[in-house]
C-alpha cells in the first residue's frame, strides 16, 4: 500500500513551480501516486465570478491552458494526473480541494523570504499549514528558471 495515494500540488504558473513539480514527479513516481494539480486565480474577475456569474477572464483561460500542458507533461512521463482551476482566497481553496479530492499529501513551492517578510506580507504556504491537517511538503523553490 503505497503512502501517498494522491497528491495536491498547488501551482502559480510562475517560476517556482519546477522545484515542486521536479519534486512531486519523482515522489509520485517512487509512491505510484496521482497527482492533482491546482491554481487558485486570486484576480478581482476570479474571485468574484462566482457572485456575478462572470464569465471566464483571460486570466483564468490563460491558468487553465498552462495546468492543461503541466497534465499533459506528467501523463507522458507515465504518472497519473488531474487539475482544478480555482478562484478565490488560495490558502482555503487548497485547503478545501486537498479535502474534496482526497489528498494526502499537499507539496508546495516555497519562495523562502524568511520569517520577517512572511509575517508582513503574509503566505499562502502558511495559511495552508494552520488550515489543514494533511501533511504539507514544502520545497524551496528558486525564480530562476
Known amino acids: 500500500m503505497s503512502l501517498y495515494k494522491r497528491i495536491l500540488v498547488p501551482l502559480e504558473n ?3 513551480d519546477t522545484a515542486v513539480l521536479d519534486h512531486v514527479r519523482k515522489l509520485a513516481h517512487l509512491c505510484g501516486s496521482e ?4 491554481h487558485v486565480a486570486d ?3 476570479a474571485r468574484m465570478a462566482d457572485r456575478l456569474a462572470l464569465r471566464e477572464s483571460e486570466e483564468m483561460r490563460n491558468d487553465r491552458e498552462y495546468l492543461d500542458e503541466v497534465v499533459r507533461s506528467l501523463r ?3 504518472l497519473q494526473a488531474g487539475a482544478v ?5 488560495p490558502g482555503k481553496e487548497i485547503v478545501e480541494a ?5 489528498c494526502d499529501l ?3 513551492a516555497t519562495h523562502g523570504h524568511g520569517l520577517v517578510k512572511d509575517v508582513l506580507y503574509g503566505t499562502v504556504v502558511w495559511s495552508v499549514r494552520h488550515r489543514t491537517s494533511i501533511p504539507v511538503l514544502l520545497v524551496r523553490g528558486s525564480d530562476k528558471p
Request: aromatic residues 8%; proline residues 4%; hydrophobic residues 50%.
Open 35 to 38: 497527482l492533482v494539480l491546482i
Open 43 to 45: 484576480g478581482w474577475a
Open 106 to 108: 499537499i507539496a508546495m
Open 76 to 78: 507522458a512521463d507515465g
Open 85 to 89: 482551476l480555482a478562484g478565490g482566497d
Open 98 to 102: 486537498a479535502e474534496r479530492e482526497r
Open 14 to 16: 510562475g517560476p517556482y
